[in-house]
Structure formats: C-alpha cells, structure tokens
C-alpha cells in the first residue's frame, strides 16, 4: 500500500513538474514576443458641429491601445480594448494623435497621425488617380483640401456603396474586379454639415492580349483563357507558395474536382503555331498535392484534333514546386501545334485535388553543359567602376596555374578607403539564359582567403536583380565559384556587378577575375 501511495506521489509530483515546466516555457514565449505589428488607424467625423471624431485602430500582435488625444496639455493615455471603438470630441484646430499598440510581452509599436478639426466647409479639393502601369485594374487616390479632416472617397463599382475613410495626403488603393468605366467620387469632410465633393474617370480595360511561350501568368494584360473539359476548372491565380524555384506572384491553378474524367485538363490557345525546329524541350514548373501523379502536356494543331502528340511525366514530391521537362524533340516538323494542353494526375478520376503550374517555356535541346560569357581573351567589355575603386583592366594573368591557365584576366583594385560596396560592372549583348542555365562560373584571385565575392545580376532598368554570396577558400591562387541563381525572379538579366570583400572597405588589395559561364 506504501509502495502504491509512492508511486501516486511521484507520478502527481511529475505531473506538475511537466505542468510547471510548460507554463516556464510558455512565459518566455510571452516574454519574447515581438511588438505589434501593422498599426494603422482609420479616422471619421461627425458633420454636425460637434467635433466629435471617431477612431478605429488596427494591428498585429496587439493586446489593447492606448491613445493621447493631443487636445490636452499633460494627458494621461486613455486605455482600449481590442476592436473597439475609440470615440473624442474635439474643438475647433489641428491636434495629433498618438496610438501607441502593446503586445503580449509589453513591447509597443506608435501610429502617430494629424487631424484638423474645424466646421468650415472644406475648400481647393484636389484629387489625385493614378492607374497602375502594370496591373489597370489596380487605381490609387489621394485629394487634399483646406479645412479638411477626413476624404470620403467611392470608388464605384459596388451598389450601396460604402466609402473607405482616408486622412488627406494619404494613398488608397483599390482592385476592381471586372473591366469597365468608373466614375470615383471624393468627399471631402470637415467637422461642419456643408461637404466639397470632386469626380474623376477610370477606364479599366479588360485583359485582350494573345498568349505566347514563355507563358509566366504576370501580365494583367494578356487574356489567359482557358478551354476546360472533363469538369476540371483552370484559372490565374495568387502563388500559394512563393518559395524554392517559383518565388512569381501569379500562377495557374487547376481543380480537378471529385468525379472528374480521368482524361480532364485545360488547354491554351497561342497566337501562332510552336516552332520545334529548334527548341524541343518544354518545361513547366508545377505543384502537386501528391507524388507520382502522371502530368501530361500536349500540343494540338488548331482546327484538327487529330494531330497532336503528348509527354508523360511523374511528380515526385508534394506540397513544393519542382520543374518537370517534357522532351518533343520526336515530333513532327511538317504539322502545326497551336494548343498547348496540360493534364493532372492523368489516369484517375478528380478527387477534389488542386494543382498549380507556372513558367510554361520551350527551350533547346541537347544544350552544351557550359556556355561562355566573357573570357578577356578578346575586345575587353566596356567596365563601370564605382564606390572609388579604380578602373578595372584586363591584364596579363599573375598567376597561370591551377584551374586558370589563360592568358588574360580582369584586375580589380579595391583603392584604400573605398567604400564597402564598392565594385564594378559590365553588360552582355544578349540577356543571359537563366531558363536553361541555373548557375554561373567565375574564376577568382584574391590574396586573403575568407574575404565575400558577391555576384549580382540586374536587368536594363535595374528593377529587377538578384544576389549571390561566396566567400573564398584560398589565398593567391585561383579558385572557381559556383554561383546559384535558380531562384533568380525571372528577367533581361543584361548587367554582371562585381564586388570583393564586400562589407569591408577598401585596403589596397588587388584581386582578379576570369572565365565568365553559365553552367548546370
């Protein structure tokens, strides 16, 4: 019996000592937590002379507000709760209000915003709408106006509509769903009952455009209309998993829904025929809920379904991106293919299933391994220097030993105090091929061992770029750098940047570079 009540005492003493345990850990994980996050607020006033001004702030990670009013001098914070309703009233002037967002762990983030209170009718409304290059349905709107508290702005497009309050100055955006002519009204506001409103414009035009290889789902413009059949469903759609090799906003999904035929899919219709003279092989990045699903691609000539051929492969992971290449290099030259068909899990009925693809593109085959950018062997590429480093030159190679036995290499000196980014650049005549070529190779010579050589690509405009890290292993020898630029966004990449011992200014050493490729 004392045996059984040790036991029963040992095991209660366990228990609370895992429970003791558990909640040690969960304190610290209070404790650590970050600040909020996000905070913003949105702001209205009642036009009935009263002055009375309603808040709503927003934030991530936030336990309750505290706001300063700013219309009292020395004033205590008023405490809120999370969604509520802050309500003040305020005479005539310009006040700033201080939101200040605490999170579980007592650390606080501030949103800090101006507000004019005054019941004179506002006055010199002038509104703003900027309709985004890239995507025509997205507008922005901002007005400003004397006397002006709170912007009443509609945008159109919904009945009953009600209007997103913005501060004056402030950016608001908006997506309409459907193509067409709008008219945005702004109201501007005051703390009296008389309002100044302003209208404008927006033609928001539908997507017309024709669909061509590569086809990457990003433009707003290109009407990607797929034909279904057998009951699945494909459509463009936000990337569900922006990471690995497809990092794009916008892919195509595809459901295939419980009882669909086995032989269900969707096609697209390009504006010409394929040419496979030259480019053979396609590839598509997909992304499948299941491993060891069949996806077919087929092409299709454009009024006769009986000339086509097809490519079977098998996915192999799930949950992830993977890239699949379909070998056409067996069809058919004397035929016309203008219907690019592609089938999930081919073989078995829909079980409700959704699959997504992207980065349809056709590309060579029997591709050489290697493919030379610039070797200084030849006319020397024009070089930019900057963050006061001297100009680079080709140069006899110091050191023709090792893994670099060539004539000519480029020289870099990085100058005595020049700055920790400085480096340098040139620009090839042709973008480099990042669809059949994931990496680049680069011989190096550095005196120091450990020291970081950053490569990085930039398209014309240099909006779009991507960077890569290597740290050197050896010391007055050369030495070759495989740099992976799989996860590169997709891009004109025209422009190669340089820099050694990045991070770190420059101290006089001289370094070296040579044999430029794009590899696998």
Request: aromatic share 10%; charged share 20%.
């Amino acid at each position: 019996m004392n045996s059984l009540k040790n036991i029963l005492v040992l095991l209660t003493g366990l228990a609370i000592a895992v429970s003791c345990e558990k909640e040690v850990d969960n304190i610290k994980k209070l404790d650590s937590a970050p600040p909020p996050s996000n905070i913003t607020a949105t702001f209205d006033i009642t036009q009935d002379n009263s002055g009375l001004v309603t808040i709503l702030p927003t934030a991530e990670g936030v336990t309750k507000y505290l706001v300063l009013f700013g219309d009292v001098e020395y004033e205590t914070p008023a405490e809120y709760g999370v969604n509520e309703t802050i309500t003040h009233i305020y005479g005539e002037g310009l006040f700033t209000v201080v939101i200040t967002a605490v999170g579980v762990s007592g650390l606080t983030s501030a949103y800090v915003q101006e507000i004019n209170v005054t019941f004179r009718a506002p006055e010199d409304l002038v509104v703003t709408i900027e309709q985004d290059i890239v995507n025509p349905f997205m507008v922005s709107v901002s007005a400003t106006a004397l006397y002006a508290a709170v912007m009443d702005i509609y945008f159109g497009d919904v009945a009953n509509e009600a209007p997103v309050h913005a501060m004056p100055d402030s950016t608001v955006t908006h997506l309409y769903e459907e193509p067409g002519d709008y008219v945005i009204t702004v109201v501007a506001k005051s703390g009296g009952a008389a309002t100044t409103s302003a209208t404008g414009n927006v033609s928001v035009s539908g997507a017309t455009g024709p669909v061509n290889l590569p086809v990457n789902f990003e433009s707003y413009t290109v009407n990607y209309a797929f034909t279904d059949f057998g009951s699945v469903t494909s459509s463009v759609t936000d990337n569900p998993d922006i990471s690995g090799i497809n990092t794009s906003a916008r892919v195509a999904q595809s459901l295939k829904p419980s009882g669909a035929e086995i032989w269900a899919g969707s096609y697209l219709t390009l504006e010409n025929p394929i040419g496979f003279s030259v480019n053979n092989i396609f590839k598509v990045k997909v992304w499948s809920p299941k491993a060891n699903a069949v996806v077919k691609l087929k092409v299709e000539n454009l009024n006769d379904p009986d000339i086509w051929y097809e490519v079977d492969e098998l996915t192999t992971i799930t949950g992830a991106w993977e890239e699949l290449s379909y070998d056409f290099s067996g069809i058919s030259l004397v035929e016309e293919y203008q219907k690019l068909v592609i089938f999930f899990d081919f073989g078995n009925p829909g079980d409700g299933s959704v699959y997504y693809f992207d980065d349809i593109k056709l590309v060579p085959g029997n591709l050489p391994p290697v493919f030379p950018v610039e070797d200084f062997e030849g006319v020397p590429p024009d070089f930019i220097s900057f963050g006061n480093i001297a100009a680079i030159e080709v140069v006899s190679n110091p050191n023709p030993a090792g893994v670099n036995t060539t004539a000519k290499t480029a020289q870099l000196i990085k100058t005595s105090g020049a700055e920790t980014w400085a480096g340098a650049f040139f620009e090839v005549d042709t973008p480099l091929d990042l669809d059949n070529y994931s990496r680049i190779k680069i011989k190096t010579w550095s005196p120091n061992a450990g020291i970081i050589v950053k490569l990085k690509l930039e398209n014309e405009d240099v909006s779009i770029t991507h960077e890569v890290d290597i740290t050197t292993s050896v010391a007055n020898a050369w030495e070759e750098m495989v740099y992976d630029f799989s996860e590169a966004p997709a891009a004109d990449y025209i422009r190669i940047v340089f820099f050694f011992d990045f991070g770190n200014p420059g101290d006089g050493s001289i370094y070296y570079f040579d044999e430029i490729e794009l590899t696998n």
